[in-house]
């Protein structure tokens, strides 16, 4: 069963920093481009940035483009969203999704609140 | 960027009935490269479709996505209760992927 563990989130004022991650099972981690979308509170969906199964491709929304960097360790199948300069516009449910195109695999997410 | 548009943003129809969701693109969105996706309160979202008819895993054969170009729709052809939730189409042909606002959909 393919599993999707994301961790990390928590309470942070603006200008602050976080790393998520997110721990893949029950597949073959290694072969696999993994995304990173967030959900608003009360909000629909929003692609954040995706990262090719080696590791050596990566795309931004331009809403993070600059601030937040998706990196992945095959060894560990783990993926990480580092997050800098966080706005409070930034508040939301990231959830770590499987798939290049659209997600056949989605975790729970973890909460992400940017506030003073 | 594409920008999808669901319509409607609440539909409220009785078990048995049949559903009919909309989804919009700003420009033709390539190869019919549309997903469609159901989520449920305080759960992630679950794939329906992908290529905007092809029904993922588990999907029961209720459910069915047509389109291409800049309009596709997403059918319930006979509504259940589970299937009360929100319904957002997403692309994948021109990045960056973005997704529509989402549908309800209330079971009476």
């Known amino acids: 069963e393919v599993q999707l563990l994301e961790s990390g989130g928590g309470l942070l004022q603006p200008g602050g920093s976080l790393r998520l991650s997110c721990a893949g099972s029950?597949?073959?981690?290694?072969?696999?481009?993994l995304s990173w979308v967030r959900q608003a509170p009360g909000k629909g969906l929003e692609w954040v940035s995706i990262?090719?199964?080696?590791?050596?491709?990566?795309y931004y929304a331009d809403s993070v483009k600059g601030r937040f960097t998706i990196s992945r360790d095959n060894s560990k199948n783990i993926v990480y969203l580092q997050m800098n300069s966080l706005r409070a516009e930034d508040t939301a449910v990231y959830y770590c999704?499987?798939?290049?195109?659209?997600?056949?695999?989605w975790g729970q997410g973890t909460l992400v609140t940017v506030s003073s | 960027e594409i920008v999808l548009t669901q319509s409607p943003g609440t539909l409220s129809l009785s078990p048995g009935e049949r559903a009919t969701l909309s989804c919009r693109a700003s420009?033709?969105?390539?190869?019919?490269?549309l997903a469609w996706y159901q989520q449920k309160p305080g759960q992630a979202p679950r794939l329906l479709f992908y290529?905007?008819?092809n029904r993922a895993t588990g999907i029961p054969d209720r459910f069915s996505g047509s389109g291409y170009g800049t309009d596709f729709t997403l059918t319930i052809s006979r509504l259940e209760p589970e299937d009360s939730a929100v319904y957002y189409c997403?692309?994948?042909?021109?990045?960056?992927?973005?997704f529509g606002q989402g549908t309800k959909v209330e079971i009476k």
């Open positions: 999704a499987k798939g290049d195109h659209f997600f056949d695999h």
């Open positions: 029950g597949f073959t981690f290694s072969t696999n481009a």
């Open positions: 990262i090719s199964s080696s590791g050596d491709t990566t």
């Open positions: 420009q033709s969105v390539s190869s019919s490269y």
């Open positions: 290529g905007a008819y």
């Open positions: 997403q692309q994948y042909g021109t990045s960056p992927w973005t």
